[in-house]
């Protein structure tokens, strides 16, 4: 042990501790199982001491592999305890561990004050455990030990759920001991715990009555918004389609008078023509009857023949 790194010296020291918590649970869970009577507890109980007998098995394997001795306490620095040391503290522990047994089934007035005192010591042995696993991790990160921190988390995660378990069942035994050992008269009696409830109910309903009433009003003023934003666009779009209507009707109009003008134009311009060519006619036959037509000249008589001799 004594040529053993610094840093796994320390991670054996810290396994050694979480060995031995391990095995003082083991004791006092099997002591509390015998006077466990509520159902849930019970089976909670039998199901962590079968993970704790589990834990215990695998620290004491990590222990041998980083080359040290389960159940033993190494202190750090050239004082450390030898080989007989060791072995007594082991001793005194376990011894520590059988003796908490007997005592756990004395305490208490009844059985259900006995079942609170175990669960709260239960309680403070989980912590404890998880503290330590916590710390084993952290030294063990540093050190550069993957497999230490790999079996640290899983059985961390075994203890963290033991104590979410315990903060639960915790406050029902502790209303299990007031009914068991005070008086009806000195208790808040069903009646008024249902009436508050009943209260409570109410008022919850009232608020989501109010709650869905707003949201009713909401959503209908929403409704009615988009209906008139709805109605707006429809009205807007009957004025758009009646504006380009009489636009269109305006242009046909103003085509019908433009084609009448040009009809007009065209007539008036075919009248003067007419006029123009009658005009000149007239003018061409007043000339005719001041001038007598020429006769034509006679026509020229052939040439004379000739004939050789």
């Known amino acids: 042990m004594t040529d053993l790194p610094a840093g796994t010296a320390k991670l054996i020291q810290y396994l050694n501790e979480a060995y031995g918590t391990e095995r003082r649970l083991e004791v006092a869970l099997q002591a509390h199982l015998g006077l466990a009577s509520r159902t849930t507890y019970k089976k909670r109980l039998r199901d962590h001491l079968a993970e704790t007998k589990r834990h ?15 159940e033993t306490i190494d202190l750090p620095g050239p004082d450390a305890f030898g080989g007989v040391a060791q072995r007594a503290v082991a001793g005194a522990q376990r011894a520590v561990a059988i003796a908490q047994g007997p005592m756990h089934a004395l305490r208490g007035t009844g059985d259900e004050e006995k079942q609170l005192k175990n669960a709260k010591t239960e309680y403070a042995s989980e912590a404890e455990e998880i503290a330590t696993y916590q710390a084993i991790i952290a030294v063990a990160q540093s050190v550069g030990d993957q497999d230490t921190v790999k079996l640290a988390r ?8 033991m104590l979410g378990f315990l903060e639960k069942e915790i406050p029902r035994m502790a209303g299990a001991v007031v009914v068991a050992e005070v008086p009806r008269s000195q208790r808040a009696t069903k009646a008024k715990g249902r009436r508050r ?16 009433g707003k949201t009713a009003s909401k959503r209908a003023a929403s409704r009615a918004g988009a209906s008139k934003r709805s109605t707006a666009r429809r009205s807007s779009a009957k ?11 305006a242009r046909a109009t103003a085509s019908k008078r ?9 007539r008036a311009g075919a009248g003067t023509s007419t006029k123009r ?7 061409r036959s007043s000339a005719g009857g001041a001038l007598q037509p020429t006769a ?13 001799r």
């Open 277 to 283: 060519r009658g005009s000149s006619s007239a003018r």
């Open 258 to 266: 433009s084609s009448a003008r040009a009809g007009t134009s065209r």
């Open 154 to 161: 899983s059985i961390l995660r075994d203890e963290e759920r």
């Open 197 to 212: 409830s009943a209260s409570a109910k109410r008022s919850s309903s009232r608020t989501s009555a109010a709650r869905s």
């Open 56 to 70: 215990g098995r695998e620290v004491s394997r990590r222990i041998k592999q980083l080359g040290g001795s389960a």
């Open 296 to 308: 034509p000249p006679p026509p020229a008589s052939p040439p004379p023949l000739v004939f050789a």
């Open 239 to 249: 004025r758009s389609a009646a504006g380009a209507s009489k636009r269109a009707g």
